[in-house]
C-alpha cells in the first residue's frame, strides 16, 4: 500500500514536473524576443490569417514562426484581421505581436503631393503611398455627382486638394483619402481666410483659380507671387483680360512648351484668357498654399504688365503702361532667341 503511494507521488510528481516545463516553455515562447531588426510590413485589405502568416515568413525577420503562430493560437488570433502598414522592432516579443495585429495598431504614413497639375497627377503621387488604387481614385474624381455633393464641379474640384504633407493609414481607400482631404480643405479655409476672399469680392473656388494662375507665372520665387497676384486682381478690378501665357499652355494641352506664340492666342478655350474675360471656369494647376495666400494678401500697387526677366532669373519686369512693356518683352524675346528657345 506504502509502495503503490509513493509510485502515485512519483507520477503526480512528474507529470506536474512535466507541466512546469510545458508551461515554462508556452511562457517563453509568448514573450521571447522574435524579431530581427526594424521593419514595416503591409497587410492588404481582406487579407486572411494565412496571408499574414506568409507576409511574416516573406519578411524574413521572425526568428520562429511557429511559436508565434502557438502565441496566436493561445490567445485566440485567427480571425478579424486588421490591414494596414505595421511596424515590426527589433526584440518584439510574440504576445507584442499578436496584441499589435489583433488591435490594428498600425503605423500611419506620410503623404506628400505638390507641383500637380491634373486628377491624374494626383491619382498617381498620392495612390503611391497609400493602398487605394489610382484608377479608383481617378474614376471617382470623375464622377459628377461625387464632386457636386463635396461643393465643386469637374473644372474646379482640383482646388479642393490643398498641397500639402498629410498623415494617414496605408489602407486609405480613394473615398477615405477625398473625404480627408475635403476636411484639410474646410480646416485650410478658416474665418480668416474666408473673409479676405470675400474683401477681394471672391469665391474659394476663384482664389484657387486665381493662385493656379500666379504659381503657374512665378514657381521659382515665392516672395513675388503677393506682387503677381496684385497685378491680376487689377486687372479683374479694371475688367482687362488676364493675358496669362500658362492659361493658353493649359489650353493647349501641352505642358512642354517653353516659348507661347501668336498662333497660341487664338486657341478656342475658356482658359485661354487673352480671348476671354474674367477667371477660367478651373484651376490650371494645384495651387500650393504660398500661392493661395500670395493672392489672399496680394500686393497693393498699380502695375497691369508683367514680363519675364530677360536674365532667366525667374523674376519679372512688372510695368503700367503697354509702352514700357513692349520694351520689357522686347529683351525677354530676345533672350529667347539667343538660347534657340522657339516653343
Known amino acids: 500500500m506504502k509502495k503503490s503511494i509513493k509510485i502515485s507521488l512519483i507520477i503526480i510528481f512528474f507529470v506536474l514536473a512535466a507541466v512546469a516545463v510545458y ?17 514595416y ?10 496571408d499574414l502568416i506568409d507576409t511574416l515568413q516573406y519578411s524574413k525577420v521572425v526568428i520562429d514562426l511557429s511559436s508565434f503562430q502557438q502565441t496566436a493560437r493561445l490567445k485566440k488570433f485567427g480571425d478579424n484581421i486588421h490591414p494596414g502598414r505595421y511596424k515590426l522592432d527589433s526584440g518584439m516579443t510574440n504576445n507584442q505581436l499578436v496584441n499589435m495585429f489583433r488591435s490594428g495598431k498600425q503605423s500611419p504614413v506620410k503623404v506628400t503631393f505638390n507641383n500637380i497639375r491634373t486628377i491624374h497627377d494626383l491619382a498617381s503621387k498620392a ?22 455633393e463635396y ?13 500639402n ?44 483659380v486665381l493662385a493656379s494662375i500666379v504659381q503657374a507665372e512665378q514657381r ?7 506682387k503677381v497676384a496684385g497685378l491680376y486682381i487689377n486687372r479683374l478690378n479694371r475688367n482687362m483680360l488676364l493675358q496669362s501665357d500658362p492659361t493658353l499652355i493649359f489650353a493647349s494641352g501641352d505642358f512642354t512648351k517653353k516659348r507661347v506664340l501668336n498662333r497660341d492666342k487664338e486657341i478656342e478655350s475658356p482658359y485661354n484668357t ?10 490650371i494647376n494645384m495651387p500650393e498654399i504660398s500661392s493661395i495666400d500670395a493672392v489672399l494678401n496680394y500686393e497693393k500697387h ?33 533672350a529667347l532667341n539667343k538660347r534657340k528657345i522657339w516653343k
Not at 151 to 163: A, Q
Open 165 to 208: 504633407t498629410y498623415e494617414l493609414y496605408w489602407n486609405t481607400s480613394a473615398v477615405e483619402f477625398v473625404e480627408k482631404m475635403k476636411k484639410e480643405y474646410d480646416k485650410f479655409w478658416n474665418e480668416d481666410r474666408i473673409q479676405k476672399a470675400e474683401k477681394i469680392g471672391l469665391t474659394k473656388q476663384e482664389i484657387s
Open 220 to 226: 521659382a520665387h515665392n516672395d513675388e507671387k503677393a
Open 41 to 50: 510590413i503591409y497587410i492588404p485589405s481582406n487579407s486572411t490569417y494565412e
Open 127 to 148: 495612390c503611391s503611398d497609400i493602398e487605394a488604387d489610382s484608377l479608383a481614385l481617378v474614376e471617382l474624381l470623375n464622377d459628377e455627382s461625387v464632386i457636386n
Open 151 to 163: 461643393g465643386f464641379n469637374m473644372n474646379n474640384i482640383v482646388g479642393m486638394f490643398i498641397p
Open 23 to 39: 508551461a515554462y516553455s508556452v511562457y517563453r515562447d509568448i514573450f521571447k524576443s522574435n524579431i530581427t531588426n526594424d521593419i
Open 302 to 334: 498699380n502695375y497691369i504688365f508683367m514680363c519675364a526677366k530677360e536674365d532667366f532669373s525667374g523674376y519679372h519686369n512688372f510695368s503700367t503702361n503697354a509702352k514700357q512693356h513692349g520694351i520689357y518683352a522686347g529683351r525677354y524675346q530676345q
Open 274 to 283: 487673352y480671348k476671354y474675360a474674367g477667371l477660367p471656369p478651373g484651376p
